[in-house]
């Protein structure tokens, strides 16, 4: 009876799925270039940014589309809406990946004068809340939504704990100084893209959240 | 929040009602078309009876000026308070009516002039003066929002007029004789989106001074313009709330799947 409806939200799905992956490499690849100081490929990460503001767009559009044709309400209402402010923060990830890529670039001229392990762990912790909130989305999983909302204290403790490491640098080694403070950002960056996924989890858990519903 | 939704359809007692309705059946001959229905009309809301063909809406919303009397073999048990007074057991159905008005699906004016039309009521509760059926025709078609359309041609046919205004007209014939409750019978099923709209936008002023109650088969209808929806389901009352509540987190399964298009 509303198979064409149910076909959009599919294809939805497909596109959030889509997204979800390319901001992912995104970040995977920006941490990669920043360990390796590889300029080239971080200039590449920037470029890519586009890719991802259109994808973006075309989610938007199937969103507005879905509700001017379908005119959804209920639980369909809640879906498209939690997709609508998704993007948003996935799109605010992607830009993140940009953003360490051109601090990458700054950061080429010196070898790293600080254990960066912690900041690799970040950006493996950060990735993971991000892959598992987008599956809660598309498997209607409102327990690994919640999930991904308890794990963003860890991301948070690595934060602090680099942080701290990058301070002592400062004092230690000031010539070094600049360059602590753009690893600083670095890691700020990631903090953030741990929030975003905490956003993304919680509009799930809006999107599936049927007040108590009664099932007959 | 009630534990229950059958609380939930009679949970607002502290607010004005206009009309309690409690285990309220009916029959016809054998079938039983409405199923122990029990909710609470708040005065000055509009309230939408909402729910597939045949689930007993339009039957119920006919109980409410006892339409259904006039057809045979309808019975009735339970109980339905107008300010408190039962209307089957202690209320005259004509004097019901005065109080009670309905508005149909399609637009039904009488073959007279549109003057005569609106001052048809007042002129059978025994008004004469052409000076106070004039102040009458005037005021009501004031309140049906087509009285700067209609003004100067008063004394044409009724029949000359477009759909929507009609309706209008017919709202307008309803409103003469001052009723206190309106119901509608999909009023903007016959009609275009720009009159839907103009009777939508009515409906909303009228509920200053009138209770409303309307069946609709358009749900974004019942999502713009009632305070309360109820949603009927094979006669039964299956769930009765805040529209806004019910469109955004039905609490029953078979509400959720309606309103979001997976029956009816």
Redo the contacts between chains.
């Keep these: ?2 198979s064409k ?1 149910d076909e959009q939200l599919k294809s939805l799905n497909e596109e959030m799925i889509r997204m979800s992956s390319m901001i992912e490499n995104a970040i995977k690849e920006a941490i990669e270039a920043l360990l390796k100081q590889d300029v080239t490929k971080a200039r590449q990460i920037m470029e890519n940014d586009d890719y991802i503001d259109q994808e973006q767009k075309r989610i938007e559009n199937i969103c507005f589309q879905l509700l001017i044709q379908q ?8 879906n498209i809406t939690a997709a609508m402010k998704m993007v948003t923060d996935m799109e605010r990830i992607g830009d993140h990946a940009a953003d360490i890529s051109e601090l990458t670039v700054v950061l080429s001229d010196v070898p790293y004068q600080v254990k960066i392990d912690n900041i690799k762990d970040m950006a493996k912790e950060s990735i993971d809340m991000l892959k598992q909130a987008v599956t809660a989305y598309v498997d209607s999983d409102m327990k690994m939504a919640r999930e991904v909302i308890e794990h963003d204290d860890v991301v948070d403790e690595l934060f602090c704990k680099v942080k701290s490491d990058l301070i002592d640098v400062m004092q230690n080694n000031t010539a070094y100084e600049e360059h602590a403070a753009d690893l600083l950002m670095v890691n700020k960056y990631l903090e953030r893209i741990g929030d975003h996924a905490t956003n993304i989890a919680e509009w799930v858990i809006f999107s599936l959240d ?7 | 929040m009630s534990d229950t939704i059958l609380d939930i359809n009679k949970d607002n007692k502290e607010e004005n009602v206009k009309l309690e309705v409690n285990n309220l059946n009916l029959f016809y001959g054998q079938f039983q078309a409405l199923h122990n229905i029990s909710m609470n009309i708040k005065a000055n809301k509009i309230t939408a009876l909402i729910g597939p063909s045949g689930c007993g809406k339009s039957t119920f919303l006919k109980t409410l000026n006892r339409m259904n009397d006039l057809e045979e073999n309808v019975s009735i048990n339970g109980e339905l308070k107008l300010d408190n007074t039962d209307i089957y057991k202690e209320m005259d159905a004509l004097e019901l009516r005065k109080r009670v008005g309905m508005v149909f699906q399609q637009p039904n004016p009488f073959p007279k002039t549109i003057y005569d039309n609106v001052a048809y009521g007042p002129r059978i509760n025994g008004i004469k003066k052409k000076a106070q059926l004039d102040e009458i025709v005037e005021r009501s078609l004031r309140q049906a929002a087509i009285w700067d359309e209609l003004k100067d041609r008063l004394h044409k046919s009724a029949l000359g007029l477009s759909g929507g205004q009609q309706q209008r007209l017919c709202i307008a014939r309803t409103l003469a004789v001052e009723p206190e409750v309106v119901l509608m019978d999909e009023p903007t099923s016959a009609l275009d989106p720009i009159s839907t709209s103009k009777i939508e936008e009515l409906a909303n002023e009228l509920k200053k001074k009138y209770t409303i109650v309307i069946v609709t088969h358009n749900m974004q209808q019942a999502l713009r313009v009632a305070d309360d929806t109820a949603f009927f389901l094979l006669g039964e009352l299956i769930e009765f709330r805040d529209t806004k509540k019910l469109f955004s987190y039905p609490m029953d399964k078979r509400t959720e799947d309606y309103i979001t298009g997976r029956f009816g």
């Design positions: 009876m509303r409806f005119q959804p309400v209920a639980k369909d209402l809640r049927d007040k108590g519903i009664k099932k007959s």
